[in-house]
């Protein structure tokens, strides 16, 4: 290590990067500059190395003594050299005080050993031991420009998966790093969430922090460079996002049966209150809808009450033959192997078993059959979750939050299966934040809290 | 009990006194005057039914021992109440495995009180705020919040499992679980650990807690009346009886 006068905030030159016992480098022939106060988007494929890259800069990556990087990172004026024989360990601390790092899954951000979103916030804070009044300040002015005040006394365990992620982002932003390495930082966000965190991300910007996002997609962003993650390499990027698929939607046929419906229907947990009272809602054969609404509306449990997983408290609930892709595949998973996962539960010589190869397929996952589901990329990871509900053949499809970490071509497969879904007869009940894929899938979207009326119907294009 | 306004450390204290003094000075009525005791105050804490049933489940197997032990298989003393072939029970016998008994009641009926009354988060903040080593906090917290964490992970595969038809027993239930739980444990601490390690976890240096934890001069000296209690009270006991004999 050494130091050195450089004019970017961070700079990463990498010859190569391999982890393990991999036979090849994950990454490669990468030279990163990103100037103070920048934005820059990385854009890749799931499984091209976003977090990978994201995590070398965080000093994350290399382990000592297993992996192996060949280049240099300069940062705050210090460049540390990587060579295959030495590899520099790092304090993880310090080190995050230059550069933090927001994961994909914004939960695993979080300690889990907190009581209240409060107390998250702070966590950093207490263990570099800053003192309780200049905490208190910095807590709650976080927790301001977030709008995370009325979740303040919250258990960040019990949040939805929006508010997680936008807790977990006040917790590294109030570490006040100089550069902030966001993995997917907008994955389901409502809008009004969305709109803060790029007023945040301007403001940060405005006050000198380097900002790198990593996404499959720029969407939103408006950065100061895009580049694309391919074959292990950055590249300068040609232009702005793919096309979205286009989507082959009938009209829903008015005396097509009822599938799933809801009324006057009262649901929550068992330990709390109601999360949605007078609930209404109806969905025929043949019909893709749409649930709209703020983190926490109560999108989740609708669709848990949908598949059996919630009682009614009260009102009536008719579902026909649910399948339920939940918001975090993490959850859906816990078998050793793809096929394993897929074929569980179902009988040996059973006809629904003959059709796990076949949905593989489908899905593109016949090669990664023998895998372990933690090893494959987030969005193969969704597909196999998506994977263990279509091979139960349900006539009712429920998606929370389906485009979370899928990326273009797990869309197209996504929406692949939804209108096959459909043509079949069946019907698709799913909750997003994505406006795009709103418009591209649903015949009609139902909005929940919020500002919109609770249980009626909306066109997608009003959001 | 979160917003108690008693300290964790003051709760254990007092509890380890009167543990301490219970279990040397051995006299049943003694014994059964602090599990009464306990009792009372699970009651006001709107705790007692659970206290009971989690006493219960350690007490019932700890006392049939002793009671195979010092009343059925004993071969000591005088007062035979019933002789039949290999069995004998004294009346000394089932004294002294009652006595035995309720001493380990009260460490137990104690212990659990003490973890129904004391919120595990003031707890690992009193130790934090504390001139204990850094460690011992972090090894409080990984013991006392991996429960939940397990719980709520095993509620999660079981969700799952459950979207997939799974109808089984409570036996076939928990073999379909515990090894992806086992795993999806291992797998979650080691993709959360990089993280943690950067957020300064667990503390090397001094740290500061935003959480609050009441305490007061007065509960402080009820601190070191008890811990000079728990020091001194079963030698005060125990003394004339070692010099008697």
Request: one cysteine or more.
């Amino acid at each position: 290590m050494g130091r050195r006068q450089t004019t970017a905030a961070v700079s990463l030159e990498l010859e190569g990067f391999r982890y393990g016992s991999a036979p090849a480098d994950a990454l490669h022939g990468i030279s990163l500059q990103l100037p103070p106060g920048s934005l820059t988007v990385v854009r890749g494929a799931s499984g091209a190395g976003k977090t990978t890259l994201g995590m070398i800069l965080a000093g994350m990556l290399p382990r000592p003594g297993m992996d192996t990087m060949t280049g240099h990172l300069e940062l705050a004026g210090t460049r540390i050299g990587y060579t295959p024989e030495h590899t520099p360990r790092i304090d993880p601390a310090g080190w995050a005080t230059q550069v933090g790092l927001l994961p994909q899954e914004a939960g695993h951000y979080l300690s889990g050993i907190r009581e209240t979103v409060a107390e998250e916030l702070a966590f950093t804070l207490e263990n570099a031991g800053v003192p309780a009044p200049d905490m208190a300040h910095r807590v709650e002015r976080i927790a301001r420009d977030f709008d995370l005040e009325h979740l303040l006394q919250r258990d960040p365990a019990r949040l939805s998966g929006g508010q997680q992620r936008l807790v977990a982002l006040a917790a590294l932003a109030v570490n006040e790093s100089k550069v902030l390495v966001l993995d997917e930082p907008l994955a389901g966000l409502d809008a009004r969430a969305t709109a803060l965190v790029l007023d945040f991300m301007d403001r940060l910007r405005r006050r000198g922090c380097t900002l790198l996002v990593l996404a499959c997609t720029t969407g939103v962003l408006d950065p100061d460079l895009v580049l694309d993650l391919e074959d292990g390499t950055l590249h300068a990027s040609p232009g702005g996002d793919a096309p979205y698929p286009v989507t082959k939607r009938g009209s829903v046929t008015p005396d097509a049966p009822v599938l799933l419906e809801f009324r006057d229907a009262d649901l929550g947990y068992s330990s709390g209150t109601s999360v949605l009272k007078d609930f209404e809602l109806s969905v025929r054969a043949g019909e893709c809808v749409g649930l709209s609404g703020p983190n926490g509306a109560g999108k989740s449990t609708v669709l848990k009450a949908a598949a059996g997983l919630l009682d009614c408290r009260s009102g009536s609930l008719r579902a026909t033959d649910t399948g339920l892709l939940l918001q975090n595949p993490t959850d859906q998973l816990f078998e050793r192997t793809v096929l394993r996962e897929v074929s569980f539960g179902l009988t040996k010589r059973g006809q629904l078993r003959q059709q796990v190869p076949q949905v593989l397929e489908q899905l593109g996952l016949a090669d990664v059959a023998e895998s372990h589901p933690y090893e494959l990329p987030a969005s193969a990871r969704r597909l196999v979750a998506l994977a263990t509900v279509l091979v139960r053949e349900p006539k009712v499809l429920l998606l929370d939050e389906p485009t979370e970490a899928l990326d273009q071509e797990g869309i197209i497969r996504l929406l692949q299966v939804i209108d096959g879904i459909l043509e079949v007869g069946g019907a698709v009940l799913f909750t997003c934040h994505d406006w795009r894929f709103m418009e591209a899938t649903a015949h009609r979207v139902q909005h929940l809290g919020g500002n919109g009326p609770r249980g009626r119907d909306r066109s997608p294009t009003t959001g | 009990m979160a917003g108690s306004s008693l300290h964790p450390f003051t709760i254990l204290a007092v509890a380890a006194a009167v543990v301490a003094t219970t279990t040397a000075a051995g006299i049943w009525w003694i014994s059964a005057a602090v599990i009464t005791g306990c009792l009372v105050l699970a009651i006001r804490a709107h705790c007692a039914r659970k206290l009971v049933l989690l006493s219960c489940a350690i007490i019932l197997p700890a006392f049939t021992s002793q009671l195979l032990i010092h009343a059925v298989a004993a071969t000591h003393g005088t007062r035979i109440l019933l002789a039949a072939g290999p069995v004998t029970i004294t009346a000394e016998g089932l004294g002294l495995a009652a006595a035995l008994g309720l001493r380990t009641a009260v460490l137990v009926v104690a212990g659990i009180l003490c973890t129904l009354l004391i919120d595990r988060h003031q707890l690992v903040a009193a130790i934090d705020l504390s001139k204990a080593p850094p460690q011992l906090g972090y090894l409080v917290a990984a013991t006392l919040f991996l429960l939940p964490q397990l719980a709520g992970k095993q509620h999660a595969i079981g969700q799952a499992q459950q979207l997939r038809g799974v109808d089984a027993g409570w036996f076939q239930r928990l073999r379909l679980r515990s090894v992806p739980l086992v795993l999806g444990s291992l797998q979650d601490a080691a993709i959360r650990a990089p993280h943690l390690a950067a957020r300064g976890f667990p503390a090397t240096g001094s740290r500061t807690r935003w959480r609050t934890v009441p305490d007061s001069p007065c509960q402080r000296r009820i601190r070191y009346a008890a811990v000079a209690c728990t020091l001194l009270g079963p030698l005060a006991i125990l003394a004339p009886v070692w010099m008697g004999a």
